[in-house]
């Protein structure tokens, strides 16, 4: 034991193990559709509301658009921790592609919607069948270990970041075909009824694309489940998929073993700490993406910014290609180089003044209007530079959702139980998105309604519950689970 103490406080950073590079990125082009379905609906859904006549008046709009965003949530809620327990027992793969399969046909339903029954269906189908958010980081924890995850953590954020950059141009571009495009599309009589069929039917086609791609090369990672890799006697084994050099000559299938409850994973404090920090980080992340979209579509005089679905799109695939930088480049220095946790309350504070920045930005644009109500070009170009700011900050601050990727597997006691753990952690953020899209859009729409504030109470609380997250961030405990999962990996090593 006095040895397992001294490798438990090694003097000596541990050498890093090389990713499975190949397999990492055959994983990041199957997940890539998902965003896309997921994100392709945010320029347009304000205004596809308002065209299905949800409500005569304006100022309400954003309440039904909030619905309609967190219906997916809501309907993933209750069924991501039993995919991510199934995806223990029956292997990653299977549970994945159902849930790429439901993205599709989600998307493909919502383009055919023609009430709001029909859109609040059709988006709640895709959260039903999603239970992709537990498997993939569950496969990134098991293709990785604890000397390389900072590295592979990211991909899910970098490819959300990408398929965020594809879904607004998509949704934006090719939303309304017959008015933006009246010489290619004009004389379709289909399209003129279904004016969002042709970007949800390209996200479609994205989606069943993806899961071509990974049924023929993306492997199985479930350790009960995976082939077995035989190494040749005398040959020293490489490491990959997060096993260390020389941990194991032959890698065979395994009988699973007993499953944990989801009493048993909550029963524990450090575990316990970290769902509660994911769900915040959840909520203040679509709670932004959500009242962005709402804030720059409301007129000026209404509290936003009166951009159109077009601009709105283009505003938010510039927000994720910046994300992709830091995600890729600047999040594995800083999780390296800093403390998890004390990174994670610096980066959760972020969305403090990101909150801020958005009444800010509606004053500036109040004093810059023209007598026909548009902005001046002085104007434009403020408002211009008040966006770039608050989305800047909103991405940094979605840093945390890759800590807290790090942060479940530290705290996950039986590595090949994963699923089930992120399970529960996908279930605190399903609850954070089914409950953030409609509190902040009915909020900001009563807010302006009632005129509290000016309009400005919905930032105030927004601002408040951003310094909650991070008080909430700042007291995660990472200590004791890590430790015994160490400590049993070092006794079967010896």
Avoid at 239 to 268: C, D, H, L
Avoid at 341 to 366: D, E, G, K
Avoid at 412 to 421: N, Q, V
Wanted: glycine share 8%; net charge neutral; hydrophobic share 45%.
């Amino acid at each position: 034991m006095a040895a397992t103490h001294v490798e438990l406080t090694p003097l000596v950073r541990p050498q890093r193990t090389p990713l499975p590079k190949f397999q990492l990125m055959i994983l990041c082009l199957t997940l890539l559709s998902e965003p896309v379905a997921y994100t392709q609906i945010f320029p347009y859904v304000n205004q596809m509301m308002e065209e299905l006549h949800v409500t005569d008046d304006p100022s309400q709009i954003g309440f039904y658009s909030g619905l309609v965003d967190s219906s997916f949530a809501i309907a993933q809620l209750f069924m991501v921790y039993r995919w991510g327990k199934l995806s223990d027992r029956i292997g990653r793969r299977p549970v994945m592609f159902v849930g790429l399969f439901g993205a599709a046909l989600s998307s493909l339903c919502i383009g055919l919607s023609t009430s709001l029954w029909s859109a609040l269906l059709a988006r709640s189908l895709g959260g039903f069948l999603s239970g992709n958010g537990a498997v993939i980081q569950s496969m990134i924890g098991e293709l990785t270990d604890d000397t390389n995850i900072g590295q592979a953590a990211p991909l899910t954020g970098a490819c959300w970041a990408i398929g965020a950059i594809i879904g607004p141009l998509i949704g934006g571009t090719f939303s309304n075909p017959v008015t933006r495009f009246p010489n290619v599309f004009g004389d379709i009589a289909f399209l003129k009824k279904h004016p969002y069929f042709l970007p949800c039917f390209i996200s479609t086609s994205m989606t069943l694309t993806s899961i071509t791609i990974g049924y023929f090369f993306l492997e199985e990672t479930l350790p009960s489940k995976a082939k077995k890799r035989r190494i040749p006697v005398g040959q020293t084994p490489s490491p990959s998929y997060g096993s260390t050099a020389g941990a194991n000559v032959e890698r065979t299938a395994t009988p699973p073993k007993p499953g944990f409850s989801a009493r048993e994973i909550f029963s524990q404090p450090a575990a316990r700490s970290i769902f509660f920090s994911g769900f915040m980080v959840s909520f203040l992340g679509i709670s932004f993406d959500v009242v962005f979209a709402l804030f720059a579509y409301t007129q000026i005089d209404l509290g936003g910014i009166q951009r159109t679905p077009a601009q709105i799109g283009y505003w938010l695939s510039a927000s994720a290609a910046f994300i992709i930088g830091m995600q890729l480049f600047v999040f594995p220095v800083l999780q390296r180089r800093f403390h998890n946790v004390r990174l994670y309350t610096v980066i959760m504070s972020t969305w403090i003044i990101a909150f801020a920045m958005l009444p800010l930005t509606n004053l500036i644009a109040r004093g810059n209007v023209l007598e026909d109500g548009t902005l001046s070009p002085e104007g434009e170009a403020r408002v211009s530079i008040g966006i770039v700011i608050m989305i800047v900050l909103a991405r940094i601050a979605t840093l945390s959702f890759s800590l807290n990727v790090v942060l479940v597997k530290s705290a996950t006691p039986d590595k090949e139980k994963l699923g089930s753990m992120y399970g529960i952690s996908q279930s605190f953020s399903c609850a954070a998105r089914a409950i953030g899209p409609a509190f902040v859009s009915s909020f900001f729409a009563w807010s302006v309604k009632e005129d509290i504030l000016g309009g400005y109470l919905v930032w105030v609380v927004m601002m408040g519950l951003a310094t909650i997250g991070a008080l909430v961030a700042s007291n995660v405990q990472i200590g004791s689970e890590v430790g015994k999962v160490r400590e049993e990996s070092i006794d079967e090593a010896t």
